[in-house]
């Protein structure tokens, strides 16, 4: 059990000699745990609205930044998704160190990519997939399936994504901007390889979204008549998912892996895995 006493150490630190007790992630399934349900009121929290959703958390954490990027419970706690880092103490300064050396090293690397490049690659998207369109009201989406654009414009970064299922494209972003990032997720490869994951980032980082209803049944638009050994098995979503994610450069897109259907799953996944030389 995890114990109730509050850490006097700043956040995230670790008292000398002693571990710092893991704190498992849980699966989220609809909308995380705590959201309001109540039209955006919470007990003596004013909360901010993003693109019509209430945002149930301090204002401070609302953008990413490096004191808020490795997150941590109230007490400086890790969060864990299971793995074998959360089983092994002694390796948490090292990976705490690595992933604050890959947060400088991505800050430096965004910062040198160009503007007006990153602005071109936004604006013909909706030129070549007249089914992408821009989203003021989020919750208009809700159990709406298809394909999403998050923009970050602060960082010329652009993260393409599919949503099925209940809750549809509003659901699958606001779990983005809700979920915490474990201290185990934090790197995917090397310091100075990693991809910063999109849900390191914070709600008001998204500054722009586009969206396409898709259903399963039948491709449309950019995508009719296309055909081929890549895309065999691909639903009209996941089609146009893999379309929009090629169309926009690479050092513009956070995805951290291909999008589109990967027949291999998980393995297919990480065979896959996109990196950058940010050193």
């Given amino acids: 059990m995890m114990s109730s006493r509050r850490s006097m150490l700043p956040r995230g630190a670790l008292a000398p000699g002693r571990a710092m007790p893991p704190v498992a992630c849980r699966a989220t ?24 959703i209430p945002l149930p958390r301090q204002p401070e954490d609302l953008r990413l930044s490096r ?4 997150c941590t419970t109230r007490d ?17 300064a090292a990976v705490r160190e690595g992933a604050l050396r890959n947060y400088d090293l991505t800050m430096a690397w965004l910062a040198r990519l160009p503007r007006a490049g990153f602005e071109r690659a936004i604006g013909r998207l909706p030129e070549r997939f007249p089914e992408l369109r821009p989203v003021d009201d989020l919750t208009r989406w809700g159990d709406v399936p298809g394909v ?7 960082y010329k970064q652009a993260y393409v994504g599919l949503a099925r299922g209940r809750g549809g494209i509003r659901q699958r972003i606001v779990v983005h ?11 995917a490869g090397p ?14 980082d998204t500054t722009r979204i586009f969206a ?55 393995h297919e996944a990480i065979a896959r895995r996109r990196y950058r030389q940010l050193a």
């Fill in 148 to 154: 999403y654009v998050l923009v970050l414009d602060g």
């Fill in 76 to 92: 400086g706690r890790y969060y864990f998704e299971r793995g074998r880092l959360e089983r092994a103490p002694e390796q948490w």
């Fill in 191 to 204: 310091p100075e390889r990693s991809i910063m994951a999109i849900d390191a980032f914070r709600a008001l």
């Fill in 177 to 187: 901007w809700q979920k915490k990032m474990a201290f185990n997720r934090l790197l």
């Fill in 67 to 70: 004191e808020n990027y490795i």
């Fill in 29 to 52: 399934r609809g909308l995380p745990q705590g959201f309001p349900y109540n039209g955006g009121r919470t007990r003596g929290r004013r909360l901010v609205e993003h693109f019509h």
């Fill in 212 to 266: 396409a209803e898709v259903g399963e049944a039948r491709a449309e638009g950019a995508l009719a008549g296309q055909a081929g050994e890549a895309q065999a098995g691909m639903g009209a979503a996941a089609q146009l998912e893999r379309a929009v994610f090629d169309a926009l450069p690479e050092p513009f897109l956070c995805n951290r892996t291909v999008a589109g259907y990967l027949p291999g799953g998980l």
